[in-house]
């Protein structure tokens, strides 16, 4: 059953933060970083909405999505025919809606952590209605099922963001944004150039149309043009070895964007690879090209173990977490190539885990960038006492990452290396045999997952255990204001993994449906 | 036979209730905080008496072993269509294995909570303390009573969690704690906040390697129940079946790091700079049996594959090597230790050994009961006895102000309580005759390698036995024999005397001597043979077990169990007698003095140290894989990431900067030159085009 969208929530939740990014502007400049109450108000008024769509999903066991679709643009008739746009589709379903759920409360709580981050900057009237296009972008993005939509939307997330680190951002900050520009806008032009190929062949922009359009497509075709789009996204997800803007970007934006950036921004990436591979291209996924999924085990496994070694290697908090990033969208990626439905949830799970336990370290790393005023782990020590309650958001975080039980990245793990070890054993239906090398890649995978624990751990011990450094010395626990978001998100992450259905259930439904659609397709 | 799921009701109750009374007391004892430390301290301790209480409401199940396994599940997680399996559930496993380890758990626990009340008197942070032995509580009795895997990991890992948080519990690591709660001596010195982590991540080792057996168990037989799979381990199709030996072995993995057996074990003796409660509680009495615990839960499940599948008897073979030779190792570095509470952790992983050993033996012999026995009567003599022995440490520790040896000596006088506590609770260690628990549970276990066919195993178990003798002897020797250390007489003439424990610290290390003592008697009235008639009832009417031993042929044991327990009682009086009294002469009677022995004899000097660094293992695990791993991250961000790949981004940067640069030269501004462009432009389209249509 699909629920048509009469109510224009998931117009709504995109319109409303846009709308009222000209109102933070234009009260920017009277109410100062009080104007992020404004965008505080809009983004809860999208995370309402959108936890009311992820509410039913989660409660109607018959529901698939909540859909609504309007008319754009008229057809272009062009020399060699016309070109239909097609239609303007939001979806929010088991793949989206938990996505762009999590996308939205970060948005909502990293403004009011930002009201406090930012009180001494300049125009945040300029900041928070920036702020609220770039949330408005990415909640479109994931939203829309129209490529040429999502082509938009991805550029709208890009821009506002590009300006955010560039003008509010820390060291060199133009040099850094310029960078992260040109290595994600390149990605996006491979994106569109991929989007534009296939829109010609398939004759459709909606995602849910291409497979249908495909059929009787030469697969070689196919794989070059999913491979096209993989690398745009590829840039966006940080995959080794398209990674390198990540750190700088991460690094050196206002703490409160490299909160939304790593957890919600890059995750997206991986969910459109979902989205546009699984759904559009099954024949890809599944019949003549095991191998390509192969592939990208193994580019997600040396991402994660990349990542890992990096991390271990950083003084710099903000670059330790950016890198952990890295290694996480490897775990992301490796869930999404696993070809298996408890494979693909727990990719699904892992953005989920990974956008509370990162941002959750991110805006520590705030707060203790606020108090201290370093960003070196080597100049802080001895933190525990004097800030229990960043320590424990801070131990929640990591654990969350490691995959600790208890809170929701166990589950996301424990689903991505069921599901692809399961189809390393038993193979996916008829489609893809067992396989010794995927075994091998599962279990480096699983070992790979102590680096995790090393940097985690150890970062926690450098922070807080031991003696107090100079910088510490008179260390007070960080404001309320910053100190709620993540202790809501730590919570968040809690009760999301001692019952982890509440995501699950909608996504396992909807990603076995996608699954069983690709047996039938060969 | 099938088992199904008994409607169990009310019966089951208490094993659901013991494990959520913890969990609530932890997440209550920062709201008690608020409002009163006495209110926060005695609430903790009531809700782990309350944990206690419901364990011991499950034994009288155990005198109705017709009844189990008693089991019940909810529903947790639904996983869709994955074709294995399709829910996760959350239940409670009742049967006579976690009824003994729950009440263990639950009654020591309850023990120490009650002696934590002195032990921990004063510090600052008991809000943190107390949430996280309660945690731990009611985690450890979540892994005892679960009945699935993914339920178990959660256990396992919450302990985990605590045992990290409560190693480290001290943060300062400052230096003038050092003879407080560091462990080792330079240049093996650490504080406790690196043994906690050090703690942490060696058992997350173990764990990957539980998870990897997990996930390939559940791709094979699709089911994570423990009762499932014990059902349908004899339908699995022969062909799949050898997949169930590197199953298994990868499963134990997780035991490896959790019980600290080798290669996995030198995280446990680092573990002692938490809290002596801690060392006794978490890393003696509970914890570190979880492994034990896991191999004595699959057991039957492996015991029945290897009915059908004799390779799997390779995985027992693993099991039971790993045990004898840590036990061997473990124990060899006890006797170099200088550090009362680390003799008593390398006594631990020596003691695992032997349980891992009888479990292991168990599975190669037809008559599995004995060795299993041996293993399960093994971890309650050892939980009972060893927490004593920290405990006793504790009050030793907290006396003289320092945890080394040698700032001990010469104070059984001022402390005959704890003296006592100790020699009773030692003497169980070593193993002496007749009314000490240890001694029957030890002897079981010899008797089992016997009863397997495995003399190497038993002269290398008996060895261990000497050894255990030899360093329980010179611990109690060097804590309270002898003249006062020189440190002791600094205290006095700084007016600290050395007095007995308080009575919140004496009493339940006291009870537990006594408790030692009385299933010594127990022990002699055939405690054991209860156990073992016990464990027959419940495990031969198991599914598959029709197939074993016990319900097909008479036993075809390799000798009689009369003559293995003669050899097995002559065989372990002889090593006691041989152990202990090397110890007595150089300990007490100090003919001739240890130091001047040592230092004597350059043979004897090497091997003390060899074993004082404890064989270079802990030390080769820093060169080999702690350092290098480091050192190559920082490598790797030198040389790949920043010279190799961020490097040639900016490369292609530059040259399109460059070229630009280069271009733009051409385009001058001067009207010549353009002419002269589009002329030679023209020119060149033209040709270009004739070639094209003409040619």
Known sequence: MILEDNGFILMQSIVVPAAFSVVALALGKRLRAKTGWIAFIALLYSSILLGYSQWLLFSVPELEAIQASYTWLPDISLPFGSLSLGNFTLRADGLSAPIVLIIAILCTLISIYSIKYMEHEHALGQYFSLYLLYASGMIGTVLVTNLAAFFLFFELMLIPSWALIGVWGTGLREKIAFKYFMFTEAGALSLLAGIVATSFIAKTFDIFEISQGMTGVAIGVQVALVVVMLLGLFVKMAIFPLHTWLPDAHAEAPTPISALLSPAMIGIGGYAVIRIVYTGFPEVVAAQTPQFMLILSFLALITMTYGGYMALAQDDIKRLLAFSSISQMGYMLFGIASVSTIGVVGAVLLYVSHGLSKAVLFMVSGVLIHDFKTRSVRELGGLGPKMPYTAVATLIGFLGLMGFPYIIGFWAELYVFTGSMYTALQGFSHLIEPNAIRVLITALAIVASVLTASYGLWTVRRVFYGQPTERTRDAKEGSMIMLVPIMVLAALALILGIYPSLVATGTTRFISELLSKLVLVV | ?695
Not at chain 2, 16 to 40: D, E, H, Q, S, Y
Not at chain 2, 266 to 293: C, F, N, Q, R
């Open chain 2, 1 to 695: 036979m099938q088992l199904a799921i008994t409607p169990t009701g009310i019966e089951t109750l208490p094993a659901w209730l013991a494990w959520l009374f913890p969990m609530i007391g932890a997440l209550l004892t920062p709201i008690f905080a608020k409002i009163n430390p006495k209110v926060r301290n005695y609430g903790a301790i009531l809700f782990s008496f309350l944990a206690a209480l419901m364990t011991m409401m499950l034994i009288p199940l155990l005198f109705a072993v017709e009844e189990l396994p008693k089991w019940e599940i909810l529903h947790w997680i639904e996983l869709g269509e994955f074709p294995v399996l399709s829910e996760i559930n959350f239940g409670v496993l009742v049967d006579p294995l976690s009824i003994i380890m729950a009440n263990v758990v639950a009654v020591i626990s309850f023990l120490i909570m009650v002696y934590s009340l002195g032990y921990m008197k004063g510090d600052k942070s008991l809000t943190r303390y107390w949430f996280f032995m309660n945690f731990f509580i009611g985690n450890m009795l979540l892994l005892v009573l679960s009945e699935n895997f993914i339920q178990f990991l959660f256990g396992w890992e919450g302990v985990g969690l605590c045992s990290y948080g409560l190693i480290g519990f001290w943060y300062k690591d400052a230096k003038e704690d050092y003879n407080k709660c560091w462990v080792g001596e330079p240049p093996e010195a650490y504080p406790p906040s690196h043994c906690g982590m050090k703690a942490f991540i060696t058992t997350r080792i173990g764990d990957i390697s539980l998870l990897l057996g997990i996930l390939i168990i559940v791709a094979f037989t699709g089911t994570l129940s423990f009762m499932e799979l014990m059902e349908g381990v004899e339908h699995l199709p022969h062909e799949f079946m050898w997949v169930l030996v590197p199953a298994a072995i990868l499963l134990f993995g997780g035991p490896i790091g959790k019980s600290a057996q080798l290669p996995l074990m030198e995280w446990l003796p680092d573990a002692m700079a938490g809290p002596t409660t801690v060392s006794a509680l978490i890393h003696a009495a509970t914890m570190v049996k979880a492994g034990v615990y896991l191999v004595g839960r699959v057991f039957p499940i492996m015991y029945v594959a290897s009915m059908f599948y004799p390779e799997m008897g390779s995985f027992f073979y693993v099991i039971a090597w790993i045990g004898v030779i840590t036990a061997f190792v473990a124990g060899t570095q006890a006797v170099a230790s200088n550090e009362i509470k680390k003799v008593l952790a390398y006594s631990t992983v020596s003691q695992l050994g032997y349980m891992m050993l009888a479990l292991g033996v168990a599975g190669t012999t037809l008559e599995f009961i004995v060795g299993y026995t041996a293993g399960v009567f093994h971890v309650m003599s050892h939980a009972i006895f060893k927490a004593a022995l920290f405990l006793a440490a504790g009050a030793v520790i907290h006396a003289v102000e320092s945890r080394f040896l040698h700032h001990m000596g010469g104070i059984r006088k001022e402390m005959p309580i704890t003296f006592w506590s100790m020699v009773i609770t030692a003497f169980s260690l070593m193993g002496v005759p007749i009314i000490f628990s240890g001694f029957w549970s030890k002897d079981l276990i010899l008797e089992s390698t016997l009863l397997a066919g495995q003399p190497i195993m038993f002269t290398l178990a008996a060895i261990t036995a000497a050894i255990t003798a030899f360093y329980s002897v010179r611990m109690l020797s060097l804590t309270f024999m002898g003249k006062k250390s020189k440190h002791i007489h600094e205290l006095e003439h700084e007016g600290h005397h050395i007095h007995e424990s308080p009575k919140v610290m004496w009493v339940p290390y006291s009870l537990l001597a006594a408790a030692t003592l009385i299933f010594g008697v127990l022990g002699f009235g055939g405690f054991g043979g209860w156990l073992e008639h016990t464990f027959e009832d419940y495990l031969s009417k198991l599914p598959g077990m029709e197939h074993s031993a016990m319900t097909l042929a008479p036993a075809e044991a390799t000798m009689s169990h009369e003559l293995a327990v003669l050899i097995t009682i002559g065989a372990s009086l002889t090593v006691l007698a041989i152990g202990a009294f090397t110890a007595y002469r150089i300990y007490i009677k100090r003919s001739p003095d240890p130091v001047k022995l040592v230092n004597s004899r350059p043979t004897l000097k090497s091997l003390w140290t060899f074993l004082y660094r404890r064989w270079y293992a802990n030390a080769f695990s820093y060169k080999v894989f702690v350092y290098p791993t480091i050192s190559f991250s920082k490598w790797a961000l030198k040389y790949i990431e920043l010279g190799g790949i961020d490097r040639f981004n900016y490369v292609v940067a530059d040259a399109a900067k460059g070229f630009s640069s280069r271009f733009r030269r051409t385009h001058t501004g001067i009207l010549n030159y353009n002419i002269l462009g589009i002329i030679v432009g023209f020119i060149l389209l033209m040709t270009i085009m004739y070639v094209v249509l003409v040619g």
